[in-house]
């Protein structure tokens, strides 16, 4: 072994592809802070194609690689004897299960050091559609200490990032509990119990704009809000951004605080993504985005909260089009949909409990974050031989 470690390549190998065919296996997707999961758990219902012969059969013990890879995106499969993954992920087989423990393996793989080689060789120009060639993957170093401490390390690491997937799972309660309060004080949409009048959406809106269809960079002094920034929980993630000259940027295509983006196309589980934003600077938005602003009489919340309601969810995929593949809803369509007008007064209560409710997931994120740095410098450490 080098000072550095081993090589990937010394430490697993592709393993022989089984196709499901027409057995019935568990079905597993993948997530970047769980890794594999049922499908059922992460989208509340199967996604998965009614044909299923194509997907891989995964075994315990298998590693499986997703999609971005360098966002860790990644697991060993220890939930069924059997299970059954997408067809475009890669299944492999340790070379020796004697010297390399799994867990460790796996955290290490998912670690900062190992994310950036992977983003260092990645190749393509579409940025989640970039793929790393397997010679590099198996480039590799991973540092390999003896059996007892790769153990060690994984124990620890594990019960660490357990109280960051806590704070997390916190987080995304305050959503459910978001959508609870719209229950709790307008009832099931798809009823009006209320009995409050029925709108369009168009009629308790100012406007209902596309975004910019200039294409942004990594350099430029206006970020750019695009599709992937809002989330299926219906909440905007600054996080990943691209830009452009604000000089060389109309107001039409600017977001305020306040306004809605509405995703108009994606895949149909997707279409649709609705979110507010709350903050203060104004951001580019692109085209594939709707900015929606409410008119003086509505509220912002009470429309977000509709739209991300189970029941517009429902409305939305039904209305979908098929457009190269990809599901898409317009905004004249958007404008179309039937809506209950709740007193003003009333959105405007909706509006402040919200407020309060974000206000104590600003305190969770901070603490997320504050514990997303010790677990990074603990990683270090750890694949370091400093713990």
Not at 47 to 58: H, L, M, R
Not at 266 to 294: F, H, Q, W
Request: net charge positive; hydrophobic share 40%; with cysteine.
């Amino acid at each position: 072994m080098s000072p550095d470690g081993e090589l990937l390549s010394e430490l697993i190998k592709p393993a022989p592809v089984v196709r499901a065919g027409s057995r019935s296996y568990p079905i597993l997707s993948m997530t970047m802070h769980q890794g594999l999961v049922d499908q059922q758990d992460k989208f509340k219902k199967r996604v998965a194609s009614i044909d299923t012969s194509p997907y891989k059969v995964v075994a315990r013990g298998q590693l499986v690689i997703g999609f971005p890879i360098d966002e860790g995106v990644l697991s060993f499969q220890d939930r069924y004897d059997r299970a059954i993954v997408s067809p475009a992920y890669e299944i492999w087989d340790l070379l020796d299960q004697t010297r390399v423990d799994r867990r460790y393996l796996e955290r290490y793989l998912r670690s900062p050091r190992a994310l950036a080689y992977y983003s260092a060789k990645l190749q393509g120009t579409t940025a989640r559609r970039r793929s790393l060639p397997r010679d590099s993957f198996l480039g590799l170093q991973v540092p390999l200490p003896a059996y007892s401490e790769q153990k060690k390390i994984a124990q620890i690491l594990e019960l660490a990032d357990a109280q960051r997937l806590k704070r997390l799972k916190a987080i995304g309660l305050f959503g459910e509990l978001g959508q609870s309060i719209f229950l709790e004080m307008f009832g099931n949409p798809a009823r009006n119990p209320c009995g409050w009048p029925m709108r369009k959406i168009g009629d308790l809106i100012e406007s209902a704009t596309y975004g910019t269809s200039v294409k942004a960079g990594a350099v430029g002094d206006l970020p750019m809000l695009r599709m992937n920034n809002i989330t299926p929980a219906g909440e905007i993630d600054l996080t990943d951004l691209k830009y452009l000259k604000r000089s060389e940027t109309r107001e039409n295509y600017l977001i305020h605080h306040g306004d809605i983006l509405f995703n108009r196309t994606n895949s149909p589980d997707l279409v649709g993504k609705t979110a507010i934003y709350r903050g203060t600077e104004s951001l580019a938005y692109a085209g594939y985005l709707v900015r929606v602003r409410t008119d003086s009489s509505n509220n912002p919340e009470y429309l977000s909260a509709f739209l991300n309601s189970r029941y517009a969810k429902l409305v939305l995929r039904n209305m979908c089009k098929s457009i190269i593949g990809m599901a898409n809803i317009n905004a004249k369509e958007l404008q179309e949909i039937s809506i209950a007008e709740p007193p003003r007064d009333i959105q405007l209560e909706f509006a402040r409990r919200i407020h309060e409710l974000e206000l104590l997931k600003l305190v969770q994120r901070r603490h997320l974050a504050s514990l997303g740095s010790l677990f990074t410098s603990l990683q270090g450490r750890a694949f370091r031989g400093e713990l």
